[in-house]
C-alpha cells in the first residue's frame, strides 16, 4: 500500500483534501506536515489536529512546518484568504480542538525520514507553499531521487493566476523555494488552475453529506458552504467553488484522473512575471522530462469519486 504524506495550509480545501485521503483505501495516510497560507503554520497544525479528529482518525500524527517564505522574516494572513477560508481556516465554523499534541519533530525534518523509510513507496502532496519541502532537499538532496512521486497542488500553466495575472495563490508564497523545487529533478506532477478549476462543488453536494446525520457531516457542510459562498463574491462565474487541494490528492490516489504534458518546468522568481509558473528554456530539448503538468481532468470521474468516498467516510464518523 502506497503512504501518503498531505503538507497543508489548513484551510478549506485542505480539509476536504484530509477527508479525501482517509476516505481512500488505496494509500495509507502517515503523516501531516503544517505550513503557511491560508493560516498561520500555527493555526494550520491546531486546524490539521481537529479535522482528523472530527472525520475519525484522531491519531494521524500532525508535524508542524516553517512559519513563513524561505526569503521572509514572518508571515501575515492576506486579508483575501481570511474572506475565502474563514479566519479560523475552516470557514469559521467551531470544530471542536483536539486535545493532542502535534509532533515534537519538525515537518523538514519528518519529511527527510518517511521518504527514507518508505521510500518509492511514499506520495507527498503539498497543498500550500513549498517551503518545507524546499528545505527538505536542502537538508537532504537525496530525497530527490529517493521519493516515490510528488504530487503538488499549485501554479498554472494555460490559464491565468488567481492572485496576479501569473500567478497561483500557493506558489505565490515563496517563488524562490518553488523554482528550487522545480529544478530539482523531482518527479513531480503539478496540479495547477489549468484542472482544479474545472472541477466545482455546490451546495447541492453539500447538503448530502448534511443529510448523513453525522456531525462530521454537518461540520464538513458548513465548512465547505462557507467556501462556496465565498466563490460567489471572488468567482461568481464559476457557479460553485474549486476543488483545488482535494484533486491533488485524488491524482496521487489514481494518477489516471488526469491527462499531463510532460515538461521541465521552472518558476520566475524576478520582475513583474514572479511566481509564474512555466516552462524551463534551458531544458526544452532535454528528453529527460521530470515534471508532468495536469492539462486535462475527467470532471465527471472525479466528482462521483469525490463524493462517494467523503460521503461515505462522514456516514460513518459517530
Not at 485521503?21 to 486546524?47: C, K, R
Not at 516553517?66 to 479566519?87: M, N, R, Y
Not at 530539482?184 to 482544479?196: C, K, Q, Y
Not at 496521487?252 to 514572479?274: K, Y
Request: with cysteine.
Amino acid at each position: 500500500m502506497k503512504k501518503l504524506v498531505l503538507d497543508l495550509d489548513v484551510g478549506i480545501d485542505d480539509t476536504l483534501a484530509v477527508a479525501y485521503a482517509l476516505a481512500s483505501p488505496e494509500v495509507e495516510l502517515v503523516g501531516i506536515t503544517t505550513t503557511y497560507g491560508n493560516v498561520t503554520t500555527e493555526q494550520s497544525t491546531a486546524n490539521a489536529l481537529a479535522v482528523c479528529a472530527l472525520l475519525g482518525a484522531p491519531d494521524v500524527p500532525v508535524y508542524p512546518g516553517l512559519p513563513c517564505a524561505s526569503f521572509a522574516e514572518d508571515f501575515t494572513v492576506q486579508p483575501v484568504s481570511a474572506f475565502i477560508h474563514g479566519k479560523n481556516g475552516v470557514g469559521e465554523v467551531d470544530v471542536p480542538a483536539s486535545d493532542r499534541a502535534p509532533q515534537g519533530q519538525g515537518a523538514v525534518d519528518f519529511i527527510v525520514e518517511a521518504v527514507h523509510r518508505w521510500g518509492k513507496d511514499l506520495i507527498y502532496v503539498p497543498t500550500g507553499p513549498l517551503t518545507n519541502f524546499d528545505a527538505a532537499i536542502a537538508q537532504d538532496p537525496s530525497i530527490v531521487d529517493e521519493v516515490g512521486a510528488v504530487v503538488l497542488m499549485g501554479g498554472a500553466l494555460t490559464v491565468p493566476g488567481n492572485v496576479t495575472p501569473w500567478s497561483e495563490a500557493n506558489i505565490s508564497q515563496d517563488p524562490d523555494a518553488a523554482d528550487r523545487v522545480f529544478r530539482s529533478g523531482i518527479p513531480a506532477t503539478m496540479i495547477g488552475l489549468d484542472v482544479t478549476l474545472q472541477t466545482l462543488l455546490t451546495y447541492r453536494e453539500t447538503a448530502l453529506w448534511r443529510e448523513t446525520g453525522t456531525e462530521a457531516g454537518k461540520r464538513l457542510a458548513d465548512i465547505t458552504d462557507y467556501y462556496i459562498k465565498a466563490y460567489e463574491t471572488t468567482a461568481p462565474h464559476l457557479h460553485g467553488c474549486g476543488l483545488h487541494d482535494p484533486l491533488a490528492c485524488a491524482v496521487a490516489v489514481d494518477p489516471s484522473l488526469v491527462e499531463c504534458l510532460p515538461i521541465n518546468m521552472m518558476v520566475d522568481v524576478e520582475g513583474p512575471t514572479r511566481g509564474r509558473t512555466i516552462g524551463n528554456p534551458e531544458l526544452l530539448n532535454d528528453p529527460n522530462k521530470t515534471m508532468e503538468v495536469a492539462v486535462r481532468v475527467d470532471v465527471a470521474r472525479f466528482l462521483d469519486e469525490f463524493m462517494g468516498r467523503i460521503t461515505r467516510l462522514v456516514s460513518s464518523c459517530q
